[in-house]
């Protein structure tokens, strides 16, 4: 889960498919809304989790795909040609007005950032 400002955004995975969601309160009922579901197959386990910034209008979800880099910013999703080292966590994170996915080389086992190009 992640705050944009405004709203609790869930990051969900059922009947294997990845969502987030909105989390709307009405009385004692918690109700998704503004879905959004992730098309490309990715690693969502407790062992391999992928992660999710919220920004006020954005999410921004990082993980894994056929050990490849994941990212969707907005409704953008890419799969890069950079394999991760197995057993390693793909995240996404904001600084300074940047996004940007930190995950670790297969090759050399560095970690190494990407910068989301605006």
């Given amino acids: 889960m992640a ?5 609790v955004i869930a ?3 059922s009947n294997n498919v990845v969502t ?3 989390l709307t309160v009405s009385g004692n009922k918690i109700t998704f ?3 959004e579901e992730v098309t490309a197959a ?5 062992l391999i989790p992928a992660t999710l910034v919220a920004l006020p209008t954005t999410r921004v979800l990082a993980g894994i795909s056929a050990g490849k880099v994941f990212t969707k910013y907005g409704t953008v999703e890419q799969v890069s040609d950079k394999t991760v080292k197995s057993a390693t966590v ?12 930190a995950y670790t080389g297969s ?5 190494r950032l990407i ?4």
């Fill in 3 to 7: 705050f944009d400002g405004a709203n």
């Fill in 20 to 22: 987030t969601a909105k």
């Fill in 115 to 118: 910068k989301r190009a605006e």
């Fill in 90 to 101: 793909v995240v996404a994170t904001q600084c300074g007005g940047n996004i940007y996915t």
């Fill in 42 to 46: 990715i690693a969502n386990t407790n």
């Fill in 11 to 13: 990051f969900y995975k």
């Fill in 33 to 35: 809304t503004d879905t």
């Fill in 107 to 111: 090759a050399d086992g560095i970690i």
